[in-house]
T-cell receptor, first 113, second 114 residues
Framework: AQTVTQSQPEMSVQEAETVTLSCTYDTSESDYYLFWYKQPPSRQMILVIRQEAYKQQNATENRFSVNFQKAAKSFSLKISDSQLGDAAMYFCAYGGATNKLIFGTGTLLAVQP | KAGVTQTPRYLIKTRGQQVTLSCSPISGHRSVSWYQQTPGQGLQFLFEYFSETQRNKGNFPGRFSGRQFSNSRSEMNVSTLELGDSALYLC?????????????FGPGTRLTVL
């Protein structure tokens, strides 16, 4: 069975600084996708960034980028130039052959002005 | 395009009752998945429907059931409610059939069981 682990329950970053959220996963599948979702206090879950396992190049979306280490089964999220609006719960998720998402326990990110 | 909508947004029920939650996916999306979110268990997959057929099911008791209609709208039902069923229930829709496509989440239904 696949598992996703987020070892940082809470993180804090100063506005305009950079922060990295960690995620590790375990799977025996060769074809899968990894996601970072953001859930602000309003509870609407939105996709931040997606990585296809077969792609070696790390995904980037504006200020958000990932460090995908397939052999180490690691998938960290880097947020550059942090903004107050980045404060939220961040979930790492795995999507494999079954189409269901397996989520980590989340990291609560606080952004200090 | 309108996003995923869920009704109602909030529900209060008592133990033993049953409840039905509704989800309308993004227009054109045929896959609808349901997730339960609780502080203790986190986000857990309930089931997925595609073209009115349940394609995948999570590890939940039979009290949890669902269905999908021909217009892709989906409902989930929980019978004989227990205190532990109190949770945020999230619905997500997807346009494609593979796991690569993004799942778009609704705002959720907050269920409180007293």
């Amino acid at each position: 069975a696949q598992t996703v682990t987020q070892s940082q329950p809470e993180m804090s970053v100063q506005e305009a600084e950079t922060v990295t959220l960690s995620c590790t996963y375990d799977t025996s599948e060769s074809d899968y996708y990894l996601f970072w979702y953001k859930q602000p206090p309003s509870r609407q879950m939105i996709l931040v960034i997606r990585q296809e396992a077969y792609k070696q190049q790390n995904a980037t979306e504006n200020r958000f980028s990932v460090n995908f280490q397939k052999a180490a089964k690691s998938f960290s999220l880097k947020i550059s130039d942090s903004q107050l609006g980045d404060a939220a719960m961040y979930f790492c998720a795995y999507g494999g052959a079954t189409n269901k998402l397996i989520f980590g326990t989340g990291t609560l990110l606080a952004v200090q002005p | 395009k309108a996003g995923v909508t869920q009704t109602p947004r909030y529900l209060i029920k008592t133990r033993g009752q049953q409840v039905t939650l509704s989800c309308s996916p993004i227009s054109g999306h045929r896959s609808v998945s349901w997730y339960q979110q609780t502080p203790g268990q986190g986000l857990q997959f309930l089931f997925e429907y595609f073209s009115e057929t349940q394609r995948n099911k999570g590890n939940f008791p039979g009290r949890f059931s669902g269905r999908q209609f021909s217009n892709s709208r989906s409902e989930m039902n929980v019978s004989t409610l227990e205190l532990g069923d109190s949770a945020l229930y999230l619905c997500a829709s997807r346009g494609g059939t593979s796991g690569s496509n993004e799942q778009f989440f609704g705002p959720g239904t907050r269920l409180t069981v007293l």
